[in-house]
């Protein structure tokens, strides 16, 4: 078995740090003080058992959860600071530039995929079409924005191997493709952090391999952090260069994968103490994090 | 896969298990109608008279009870019974119409029309269901609302040029044959489609359901009455003014609710309409209250009024051009007017599509999540649709201001509102061209339609309920994508 | 202070209609999670049956008062609670699988056909009671020459609200079928696959809703004396904006809504201007929506992502 490789710098800079993230809802506490780090041109893994949090994570960082407690702090490398838990939701994709992907597919079935991608790059162009004013009477600007905005979801239709789809409807495509589509959308962003949750799932082996050499390239190529929530051990150890692993919504272990794969901690809460009659938090816990509480 | 299972209990049910149905369907059909169709009331001043229908009502259950039982058989699975009973329950409806027309009286051809309305319902349902099974009835038939919808869109790129050649040379024709009702009709129908096309980017493209539509309308009307009357101004000069107060009202009320989920908009919206209504009718001093405002100017072409005799000062159209007087001039500029108003609304909304805020639009309304998270600002993008589909309603209120002369609070209830969101709807949310087609059918539908209101707006409401049970996406929708990357495939 | 209590019983009466009303939007938007815009004309239709019933009675010479209010009750009830599950079965049924938007036309259509439909068999025409059933009235007190009144019909309306609200309280709380709603509300996949018969549930969810209704649509008859084939429209809104501000999904929220409502239209009306009382419902939907979207007693929506 080949050895993971390995991430262009490990001293390369930390692009996200999270303190005391706590996450209540109601009297049910979905997060409790988790802090960890991601660093840019990393692939940080955030692994746990169903209803560990993971997602709930996920939710704060791009601002669909106010978090109760805590700080978020994204430093690009080319300077400055966001403080992602101040943000409305939608200017955290547009001025942090934090990306994300969902677990349950969120793309725009009944727009051709080609205009998926185009809608990403929608604040770009926005400014190109002159808020609208210029674009309506066909200022050369704009068409130039739209011809680059074309190219740019080429590249990376071409990198997934869907360009001879990119007229059919998002929501045609089989389930493998829709899965790439929505992370290329989100990396039409130009993001700085992509968030994918759970990006393996219900992928064939076949496409599994594809999806790591896709992350791998674009930690690599596009020299950005990529956050990831994922099940799929054999995804996560081969490719992840961090892992941090939540159960009940407490951080216990962080490290790389082999640390993390050796810590006692995690083997119990993946395999289970004894006495398994703790089941009803985890029921709970799963419950606030689909947000019933 | 449920479907598929009823669809096979369906095709495999014995004669008494149909009959069984029959005889629910028609008992609870009987029990909906005693009480309001069983029984009526007349007052004379303050005494009610009860009177009673029975005969029709059994009669309208009994055409009920027999149009269930040729469906069922028409739904079967066996080909041969399927033709047999269809052809003797027709024969048995045709027996049961004769045999009764004779003995209930039936004054206003109700009865007639709704025995007409079942027979044809049966044999459309019966010939549809006799071809395909049930389980894939419904995929089969969100397929083929689309590729009737992609063979209208085919067909738009001839017909649009063809309609807008007719739509122009219409007004000659009419004058040709002096028929000024034709004209008049012409105006109504483009004002409902200016109408249509500017609900169209509210509802259609951004998905947002505005049931006030009509209070746009009243703003527009409203604000070009008291220009032309307070301040003498124009129609041409408040044109602009009109459209950006009704866009700034768009705001006022959007900017609140917008954030909130799409039902609570519709009823806020709805609210909304009722409440610009209630003010005008109570704002005596600026809206003139019930009476409403009269005495609006009327348009002129270049500073010339159409009129017999002009004012002291003025040369009146048919003077400068040194042609005979006739009232039929101002209808067809009226008409070239709106005319040139809905084509401006049209042009504006295929032309936005193709911007970033157009396809931000549609990415709202498939899914406001993901837009989030994509760093789009839902309540501005949704902000700007709404005002923009008010300054239309506002440029259609003023136009319509000018061209009554006298506009009261009466003409903007919630009626109207629900007749501009049927054409939506019925003509297939986003469809440019279904907006066309559906303002023909009902506004310049048949004068009987006309004629009887309350039978209209049943209408308007059972085909509202029907259209979103077979095809939720509205009868011609289709979408055609904003851009493509490679050219469109020559096959089609 | 005389006017005042007097405005004050007004007042309640109105929001006991409000209230009832109001049940059967907060319990629908409970399960479905849709707006059920007909529901205004399902109170209409039980105005209409009432009146109906109330002259069938005087027609066979039943005219002994609390026998015939119980049966114009249940009578109404029945027939109403059937026109609601109709609207279900034909109009929404079809569309839970659907996107939001569809069952929403569908139910704005259903309502435009609902109006129609009474306005043809029935007339344009206002319908009047004529004959008061209950009539005569409890002095309370008297001050400044001003009476402060309770009518019988008053204290029927409202005790009769009261009993209604307890029983259903109950029904919902301790039954099997409350359970299988409540049920539905939190997950309709599960419900299902725990044996949970989730079309039955959710018709019998429309069928009580528009029973409710019915006894408001009557209870409006006996309190106004004449009833339309528009009321439905602006008793609706209001009644909606009753469930909203109260918290939708809510049970004691939408009674409490209804209350509000009722008695914010009252003295508005009493005190500012009776033209514009129309308008302070609406303004009172708009502000709770932007100032408080969970309503009063409601739940806060976490949204799923």
Redesign the interface.
């Given at each position: 078995m080949a050895d993971p490789p390995p991430a262009a710098g490990a001293s390369s800079p930390t692009l996200l740090t999270v303190e005391h993230l706590t996450m209540r809802f109601g009297g049910l506490v979905a997060i409790d003080d988790v802090s960890f780090e991601a660093r840019n041109q990393h692939i940080t893994a955030i692994i746990g058992p169903n209803g560990a949090g993971k997602t709930t994570v996920f939710n704060c960082l791009t601002g669909f959860y106010k978090p109760t407690v805590g700080r978020l702090t994204l430093r690009p490398p080319a300077g400055g600071e966001f403080l992602l838990e101040q943000m409305e939701g939608f200017r955290i994709g547009q001025h942090a530039r934090v990306a994300r992907t969902f677990q349950n597919i969120r793309l725009f079935p009944k727009m051709s995929v080609l205009e998926n991608l185009v809608v990403a790059q929608h604040n770009k162009l926005m400014r190109a079409s002159g808020f609208t004013v210029t674009g309506l009477v066909g200022a050369r600007g704009y068409r130039d924005a739209e011809r680059r905005a074309v190219e740019l979801a080429r590249y990376w239709l071409d990198r997934i191997g869907l360009t001879d789809r990119a007229d059919d409807n998002a929501g045609n495509l089989p389930y493998g493709a829709q899965r790439r589509l929505e992370i290329i959308r989100a990396m039409c962003t130009e993001p700085r952090l992509l968030c994918l949750d759970e990006p393996a799932a219900g992928l064939n082996p076949r496409e599994s391999a594809e999806l790591n050499e896709l992350l791998l390239f674009i930690r690599d190529e596009q020299k950005i952090g990529v956050l990831l929530i994922e099940h799929d051990m054999s995804v996560v150890m081969k490719i992840s260069d961090h892992v941090v692993v939540l159960d009940y919504g407490r951080k216990i272990s962080d490290g790389t994968p082999a640390e993390v794969r050796n810590d006692p901690a995690v083997i119990r809460a993946y395999l289970g103490e004894a006495e398994t009659d703790e089941l009803p938090p985890e029921v709970a816990a799963d419950l606030a994090e689909e947000g019933r509480i | 896969m449920v479907a598929a299972v009823e669809g096979a209990r369906k095709a495999t049910r014995t004669v008494p298990a149909m009959a069984k149905d029959a005889v629910i369907f028609a008992a609870?059909s009987l029990?909906?109608a005693?009480?309001?169709?069983g029984?009526?009331?007349?007052?004379q001043g303050?005494?009610?008279t009860?009177h009673t229908r029975f005969g029709p009502m059994f009669y309208g259950v009994g055409v009920l009870f027999l149009g269930k039982l040729a469906l069922s058989f028409a739904e079967s699975s066996e080909a041969i019974a399927r033709r047999i009973a269809l052809i003797g329950s027709a024969l048995a409806v045709l027996w049961f119409v004769i045999a009764v027309t004779g003995v209930v009286q039936d004054d206003n051809q109700?009865l007639g029309w709704f025995t007409w309305i079942v027979v044809v319902a049966v044999a459309v349902r019966g010939w549809v269901e006799s071809r395909r099974s049930g389980a894939a009835a419904r995929a089969i038939a969100t397929a083929e609302g689309t590729s009737l919808g992609a063979a209208v869109a085919r067909l738009g790129r001839f017909l649009g040029p063809l309609f807008i050649g007719i739509a122009l040379v219409a007004p000659f024709y009419a004058a040709a044959i002096d028929d000024k009702r034709l004209v008049d009709l012409g105006v109504l129908i483009f004002t409902y489609i200016m109408l249509g096309w500017g609900l169209n980017v509210v509802?259609g493209l951004a998905?947002l359901?505005d049931?006030g539509y009509v209070a746009f309308y009243a703003v527009g009307a409203y604000t070009y009455a008291v220009f032309s009357v307070k301040l003498g101004l124009n129609f041409w000069e408040t044109l602009p003014v009109a459209g950006a107060l009704a866009a700034s009202f768009g705001i006022l009320l959007g900017f609140?609710?917008l954030r909130?989920r799409?039902?609570?908009l519709?009823?806020?919206t709805?609210?909304?309409g009722?409440?610009i209504r209630?003010?005008l009718?109570?704002w005596a001093e600026l809206a003139g209250g019930a009476q409403g405002i009269g005495g609006i100017e009327r348009p002129s072409f270049f500073g010339m009024p159409f009129t017999a005799s002009p004012p002291e000062g003025t040369t009146s159209f048919n003077e400068f051009f040194n042609i005979e007087f006739s009232p039929m001039h101002r209808q067809i500029y009226l008409y070239y007017i709106i005319l040139l108003l809905a084509l401006l609304t049209n042009w504006?909304t295929l032309?936005?599509r193709k911007?970033?805020?157009g396809?931000?639009w549609?990415?709202l309304r498939?899914?406001e999540?993901?837009?989030?998270?994509?760093?789009?600002?839902?309540t501005n993008t949704k902000l700007?649709a709404f005002a923009i589909g008010a300054m239309f309603g506002g440029f259609a209120g003023s136009f319509f201001a000018t061209r009554q002369g006298f506009i009261s609070p009466e003409s903007f209830n919630?009626l109207e509102s629900?007749i501009i969101?049927?054409i939506v709807?019925l003509g297939g949310?986003g469809s440019q061209i279904g907006v066309v087609i559906a303002t023909i059918v009902l506004i310049g539908g048949p004068e009987w339609f006309r004629d009887l209101a309350?039978?209209r707006?049943?209408a308007?409401?059972?085909?509202?309920?029907l259209i979103?049970?077979w095809r939720?996406e509205g009868l011609l929708a289709h979408?055609e994508?904003?851009?493509?990357?490679?050219s469109q495939k020559r096959s089609a | 202070m005389a006017y005042f209590l007097q405005q004050l019983i007004n007042g309640v009466v109105l929001g006991s209609i409000f209230g009832l009303i109001a049940i059967g939007y907060t319990m629908v938007y409970g399960i479905i999670g849709m707006v059920n815009f007909a529901h205004g004309d399902i109170f209409m239709i039980g105005g209409f049956v009432t009146i109906i019933t109330f002259l069938v009675l005087g027609a066979i010479g039943l005219t002994w008062a609390p026998l015939a209010l119980l049966l114009m009750l249940v009578i109404a009830m029945g027939f109403t609670a059937l026109h609601g599950w109709a609207v279900e079965r034909v109009a929404y049924r079809p569309l839970r699988t659907s996107n939001r938007l569809a069952p929403l036309i569908s139910a704005i259509g259903m309502s435009i056909f609902l109006q129609n439909y009474v306005q043809i068999i029935q007339g344009a025409r206002n319908k009047a009671l004529g004959t008061p059933l209950i009539s005569g009235s409890i002095q309370l007190m008297e001050r400044d020459g001003f009476a402060v009144q309770i009518t019988y019909m008053q204290i029927v309306i409202v005790v009769l609200t009261i009993v209604l609200m307890v029983g259903f309280t109950m029904l919902i709380s301790n039954t099997a079928l409350g359970r299988n709603q409540r049920a539905c509300e939190q997950d309709m996949r599960m419900a299902r696959l725990l044996g949970v018969d989730v079309d039955r549930t959710i018709s019998l969810t429309f069928v009580m809703g528009a029973a409710l209704a019915a006894v408001a649509g009557m209870v409006w008859l006996l309190y106004y004396g004449i009833i339309d084939f528009y009321v439905g429209f602006l008793a609706g809104i209001k009644a909606f904006s009753a469930a909203v501000l109260g918290g939708i999904g809510s049970l004691p929220g939408a009674m409490l809504g209804g209350l509000l409502i009722g008695l914010i239209e009252v003295f508005w009306s009493a005190y500012f201007s009776v033209e514009y009382k129309d308008v302070a419902a609406f303004a009172i939907l708009v502000l709770a929506l932007v100032f408080r979207p969970t309503g009063l007693l409601g739940k806060p929506e976490i949204e799923k992502v």
């Open positions: - | 609870v029990a909906l005693i009480p309001l169709v029984f009526y009331i007349t007052d303050s005494t009610n009860l109700v509802v998905g359901l049931l609140p609710v909130l799409g039902d609570y519709a009823i806020v709805l609210g909304f009722e409440i209630i003010i009718l109570n504006f032309r936005i911007l970033p805020i396809r931000a549609e990415a498939e899914d999540i993901a837009c989030r998270a994509l760093g789009i600002n839902p700007t919630f629900a969101l049927a709807v949310m309350a039978y707006m049943l308007f409401g059972g085909l509202m309920v979103m049970i939720p979408r994508p904003t851009i493509r990357m490679h | -």
